[in-house]
Nanobody, 123 residues
Framework: QVQLVESGGGLVQAGGSLRLSCAASGRTFSSYAMGWFRQAPGKEREFVASISRSGGSTYYADSVKGRFTISRDNAKNTGYLQMNSLKPEDTAVYYC????????????????WGQGTQVTVSS
C-alpha cells in the first residue's frame, strides 16, 4: 500500500506557473506508475498526465500538452506536475494517483489516490 499527499496548489493569474508535488510513503514508489487527474466543480474527473515507473515514458491530455510536464524522483519518493501558461479552465482540484497496472489515462487503473490540492487560475 502507498499513501499519497499532494501539495503546491494555490491561486495564480492566467499565464502563471505552479508546480505540484506528490509525496509517497509506504511501498516502494518506483513500483508504481503515477498519474495526475483533475476535477472541476460540476465536471467529471479528467486525466491530465501520467508517467511510467522509471520515468522514461510520459503521456499527456491534449488540453495540457506543451504546457504541463510530469516528472518523478524515485529517490525522493516524489512525483511532480509542472504547470506553465496556466489558463482559467485549468482551475480544478488536482489529484495524484499510483497504479500497479501501468497507469495511463483511465482512472480505474489507479489503485491509490491523494486527497487533492486546489489550483485556481484567475483571468
Amino acid at each position: 500500500q502507498v499513501q499519497l499527499v499532494e501539495s503546491g496548489g494555490g491561486l495564480v493569474q492566467a499565464g502563471g506557473s505552479l508546480r505540484l508535488s506528490c509525496a509517497a510513503s509506504g511501498r516502494t514508489f518506483s513500483s508504481y506508475a503515477m498519474g495526475w487527474f483533475r476535477q472541476a466543480p460540476g465536471k467529471e474527473r479528467e486525466f491530465v498526465a501520467s508517467i511510467s515507473r522509471s520515468g522514461g515514458s510520459t503521456y499527456y491530455a491534449d488540453s495540457v500538452k506543451g504546457r504541463f510536464t510530469i516528472s518523478r524522483d524515485n529517490a525522493k519518493n516524489t512525483g511532480y506536475l509542472q504547470m506553465n501558461s496556466l489558463k482559467p479552465e485549468d482551475t480544478a482540484v488536482y489529484y495524484c494517483a499510483a497504479s500497479m497496472r501501468g497507469g495511463g489515462s483511465y482512472y480505474r487503473l489507479y489503485d491509490y489516490w491523494g486527497q487533492g490540492t486546489q489550483v485556481t487560475v484567475s483571468s
